[in-house]
Nanobody
């Protein structure tokens, strides 16, 4: 069974950095467009960043542009999200999935907390 496992979240002060990882188990996702999403308390899940299968096309939500960087390692079947200059409004559970997302692929996510 295909499973996406997110990791790397934590508590970080405003202005700090974190690197999230998304490992795909059970199946290779190297040809898929992949994305990072987040859900803050009381809000709907929103798109954060996406990357094409080749890695040549990358796009971001306006709220994270210039601060976050998405990348992928095909050999490791892993997608990353480098988050710099973190803000309290970045506090959320972060998930990876295909773009557009597959309904059955949502994992547990990884919590990112940036205290105000």
């Amino acid at each position: 069974q295909v499973q996406l496992v997110e990791s790397g979240g934590g508590l970080v002060q405003a202005g700090g950095s974190l690197r999230l990882s998304c490992a795909a188990n059970g199946r290779t996702f190297s040809s898929y467009v992949m994305g990072w999403y987040r859900q803050a308390p009381g809000k709907e899940r929103e798109f954060v960043a996406g990357i094409s299968g080749s890695g040549g096309v990358i796009y971001y939500a306006d709220s994270v542009k210039g601060r976050f960087t998405i990348s992928r390692d095909k050999a490791k079947n892993t997608v990353y999200l480098q988050m710099n200059s973190l803000k309290p409004e970045d506090t959320a559970i972060y998930y990876c999935n295909k773009d557009p997302p597959g309904r059955d692929l949502w994992g547990q996510g990884t919590q990112v907390t940036v205290p105000s």
